[in-house]
């Protein structure tokens, strides 16, 4: 039993089961043993690769659509730019690189980077060296932290699918709470004694579930959205939310884990795995326009990107690239748009200050 798990099943038998999100919140962010808290988890080395890792064209069309939206409102001298979990800084780096030309847009930048890892927070300070003066670079454990006063713009990649769920299974009479419960030091699912509460925030199509089956609410994302379409309603902007998940509310047990490239068992080793689950966009929209913002889409990550032009921008770097350069970016590129790898369940919503025009990239979504 490890150190996290000995301390689940402490609090477990002094205070009875715990709801999922209580556990990812422990596996993910406990302060000493949360698995989001030390070490590197990105990368051949790691347990996982993001697509800024995948290809340099990522964050370039990721910088591209943040240049115009800054346009868009009428290029402000001062704004927010916001990255919720930054990674390595990989895609802020690559898209302050593509923009560097972009008359302005760079002095108006305070860059603000929500990261609750010492070891990432370094990467993300030598990725960025040189890209901004330091005196506007700043790290947060939270988008609260940050001040809503000015602008924003805000790109979060890979980070909704890791805020904690809450799960619900349909008994032959009502929806009740999968909680966790710890038997011989091993973690298990049971079910609350009686009905939750939170059947009521549950969309009608999934309320109607068949017993047995299993619905996911992810209420940090729900206020995340919120708060976000507050700051963009209030001062102007746009945030771009790109992740896995389903355009739709569906039913099913989503909730994973992985370790070194590979499904790992989700209850197995809490703080050794990531844990992770699909990302519910429709509420995630229906959270948004409550707040006050416009939303776009969501639409694929391969449709979202090919209409910002990643094909184009393949052509412009193989031209005069070898074989073997080529092959490294088409192969990034195709990782990234395929629908059998990333292009189809990867998905893009953008949330937006109504007084701004429509976004490049969700035209598909009309």
């Not at 988890?41 to 347990?47: C, I, K, N, S, V």
């Not at 579930?209 to 102007?236: F, V």
């Not at 326009?289 to 094909?311: C, D, M, N, S, W």
Request: with cysteine.
């Amino acid at each position: 039993m490890n150190a996290l798990l000995q301390r689940l099943a402490t609090r477990i038998a002094l205070a009875g089961p715990i709801t999922v999100a209580d556990y990812m919140n422990e596996a993910l962010g406990h302060a000493s043993h949360g698995y989001y808290r030390h070490g590197d988890p990105l990368g051949t080395a790691g347990d996982f690769i993001t697509a800024p890792e995948i290809s340099q064209i990522f964050g370039e069309l990721i910088g591209a659509w943040l240049a115009e939206r800054w346009q868009a409102i009428g290029s402000p001298a001062r704004l927010r730019l916001v990255e919720l979990g930054p990674g390595r800084g990989t895609l802020m780096a690559d898209a302050l690189r593509a923009t560097r030309a972009v008359p302005g847009f760079h002095a108006a930048i305070e860059l603000h980077l929500v990261e609750i890892n010492p070891t990432l927070r370094e990467a993300q300070r030598r990725s960025l060296e040189g890209r901004l003066p330091v005196d506007r670079l700043h790290w947060h454990d939270a988008l609260a932290e940050i001040p809503a006063d000015l602008p924003l713009l805000l790109v979060a990649n890979e980070f909704v699918d890791a805020l904690p769920i809450r799960q619900l299974q349909r008994t032959a009479r009502d929806w009740r709470e999968r909680l966790l419960t710890i038997e011989d030091g091993t973690l298990r699912f049971v079910l609350a004694p009686g009905p939750s509460p939170l059947a009521a925030l549950l969309d009608p199509a999934v309320a109607r579930g068949e017993p047995g089956t299993i619905a996911e609410l992810c209420l940090p994302a729900r206020s995340l959205a919120q708060d976000i379409a507050n700051r963009l309603s209030g001062h102007g902007g746009a945030a771009l939310l790109i992740d896995y998940g389903s355009s739709r509310p569906t039913l099913g047990d989503s909730l994973q884990a992985v370790a070194g490239h590979r499904r790992a068992e989700v209850l197995a080793d809490p703080g050794n795995a990531d844990l992770s689950a699909h990302v519910d966009f429709a509420a995630l929209a229906a959270a948004a326009t409550a707040g006050g913002a416009t939303t776009y889409g969501p639409v694929t990550q391969g449709e979202f990107l090919r209409e910002l032009g990643i094909e184009l921008r393949r052509e412009a770097l193989t031209r005069d690239a070898g074989a073997t350069a080529s092959a490294i970016v088409a192969a990034g590129v195709e990782r990234l748009i395929a629908p059998a790898q990333m292009g189809t369940l990867f998905k893009a919503l953008a949330l937006c200050d109504p007084r701004s025009p429509p976004p490049a990239g969700f035209s598909t979504a009309a």
